[in-house]
C-alpha cells in the first residue's frame, strides 16, 4: 500500500472480529435505544425493523469487506476513497476521513456517556438517597475515558485480549440476560404480542412513525468499520478483515434478535414501560425484581464499557493513519509510535481528548450534548457510503482475495441506496412536537462539519493534501519497515 510498516501484525482473525462485534455491541446498542422503539412502532417494529435492517447492514458490510480486502490500511475508508476516485483524489478522500473521525468521536463520546448514564442509574437502584447530575455524568465519563486511554496505550497484545474477553462478556451477557428473562417470569406476553404496533412519536401517520422505529437497529449497527482500520495490525488482513467485518455483523443480527425477542415478551406494562426514563430497565425491574435487575444491570454497564474501548482503539487507527497523510494539525505528533509498546500513543490522547471536548457540553445541557454527538451515526454511514460509491463508478476495480465476484456491484448498489434512506431518516424530526429538546440536531451538526471541511479544504488543504501518500517503491519501503 506504499507505507513502512510501524504497527506490530498481533491480531488474529479473531481479534479482528472482536474490535467490530464489541463496537457494534447489541447489549450496549439495544439498551441504549430501546424505548425509542417502544415508542416509535414499538414490537412489531423493534423485532421485524431487527431481520430488515440487519439484512441491509450485511449489504453494506459486504460492500465494504471487498474494499478492505483490495486496500487492507489503518486508513481504511478515506485511503480506500482516495485510490477509488477517478479525480478529485484528495477531495474524495479528505472528505472521508474527516467524516469518519468525527463520527468515531461522537461514537466514543455517546457510548461512554450513556455508561454513566447506565452506572449512576445502577447506583441509585442500590442507594436510592442518590440523585445524579449532568456533573456527575460528566464527570464519571471522564473517568472512563482516562482509563480507556490508558488500556489502549500499552501494546497491541493487551487491546486484542481486552476485545477478546468482551466478546465473551457480551454473549454469556446476552444467554444471561435472556435466559433470567424466560425462566424467571411466571407470564409473558403472547406470541402475537410480536405484531403490535405502537405509535407514540407525536406524529399522525403510523407509517412515518414506524419508519423512525427502524433507527434502533441502525443505532446499533455502527463502528464494523473498526476491523478496516486495524488491517495493519491484523495477520492475512486481506482475508481476515472483511471476513471480521461480516462475521461482526451477522453474529450481532444473530443475538441481538435473540435478545430483543427477549425483552419484548417480557415487558408487562407497557405504558409504564414506554414512559419510564430508561425502559430496558424497568422491564428489568418488573419482570425480575430490582435486585436480580440490578446485577444484570451490571452486565449491561460493562458491554457499554467494553464498546467505548474498542471505539477509541478504531479511532486511534483512523487518526494514526490520517495524520500519516499529513490531514490533520500537529500530524507529526499523531502518527509517531512508541518504541516500547509498537502503538500510537500521542493518537490514543486525541482519541480520548476529543470526546471528552464533546461532552463537556452536557455539563450544562443534555440537549447541546445530544448536538454535538448527534453527527456520530450520520458522519459514519457517509464515510460508509463514499467509498462504496466510488468502487461502483469503477469499470476496473482491482478486487482483493476476499470479493463478490460478479455479485459485488449490484451489493454496492443496494448497500449505497440503504445508506441514503437510513441517513435520510436519522435527519429528519423524530418526535412532535418539535421544541428545542426534542429537536434532531443531526442535519445541523452535519452541516457545521462539512462547512468547517470545505472552508478547511478550499483555505489552506487543497494545496497540500493530495490523498494517501507513498513512501516510495516497494523495495524501498520494506527498508523502512519497524524503523
Known sequence: ???????????????????????????????????????????????????????????????????????????????????????????????????????????????????????????????????????????????????????????????????????????????????????????????????????????THAIYGGMLGLLVTSWTFTGFDGSFHMSEETVKATVNAPRGIMRAISYSAITGLILMLALVYAIRDYGHAASAEAPPVQILVDALGQSTAGLLLLIVIGAMLFCGLANMTSNTRQIFAFSRDGAMPGSRWWHSVSARTRTPVKAVWLAAACPLVLVLP???????????????????????????????????????????????????????????????LFMLPQASPITPASFNYAPIALAVVLIIATVWWFATARRRFQGPVSYGRPDEVAAMDLI
Open 1 to 203: 500500500m506504499g507505507y513502512p510498516r510501524k504497527l506490530t501484525r498481533r491480531f488474529r482473525a479473531f481479534d479482528n472480529f472482536a474490535i467490530s462485534f464489541t463496537i457494534i455491541n447489541i447489549i450496549s446498542g439495544i439498551f441504549s435505544s430501546f424505548g425509542f422503539g417502544l415508542n416509535a412502532g414499538g414490537p412489531r417494529i423493534l423485532v421485524f425493523g431487527w431481520i430488515g435492517v440487519s439484512i441491509m447492514v450485511l449489504f453494506v458490510g459486504a460492500a465494504m469487506g471487498e474494499i478492505a480486502s483490495a486496500y487492507p490500511t489503518s486508513g481504511a475508508l478515506y485511503f480506500s476513497a482516495g485510490k477509488l476516485a477517478k479525480r478529485h483524489k484528495g477531495a474524495w478522500s479528505w472528505y472521508t476521513g474527516w467524516l469518519n473521525f468525527v463520527g468515531q468521536v461522537g461514537g466514543t463520546a455517546a457510548t461512554n456517556f450513556a455508561a454513566a448514564t447506565f452506572i449512576q442509574a445502577f447506583i441509585a437502584m442500590q442507594w436510592p438517597s442518590y440523585e445524579p447530575t449532568p456533573q456527575q455524568t460528566v464527570g464519571i465519563t471522564a473517568a472512563i475515558l482516562l482509563l480507556q486511554a490508558l488500556a489502549n496505550t500499552y501494546t497491541v497484545r493487551l487491546v486484542a485480549l481486552v476485545n477478546r474477553i468482551s466478546v465473551w462478556w457480551l454473549l454469556v451477557g446476552m444467554v444471561v440476560i435472556v435466559g433470567a428473562l424466560t425462566v424467571i417470569p411466571d407470564q409473558h406476553q403472547s406470541p402475537s404480542f410480536a405484531m403490535h404496533f405502537v405509535n407514540n412519536t407525536g406524529f
Open 362 to 424: 452536557g455539563w450544562w445541557s443534555h440537549t447541546a450534548f445530544t448536538a454535538v454527538v448527534s453527527v456520530n451515526v450520520v458522519g459514519l454511514f457517509l464515510a460508509y457510503a463514499v467509498p462504496i460509491f466510488l468502487r461502483l463508478r469503477l469499470d476496473d476495480f482491482q478486487a482483493g482475495p476476499w470479493n463478490l465476484g460478479r455479485y459485488g456491484r449490484p451489493v454496492a448498489a443496494v448497500a449505497v441506496a440503504w445508506i441514503l434512506i437510513s441517513n435520510v
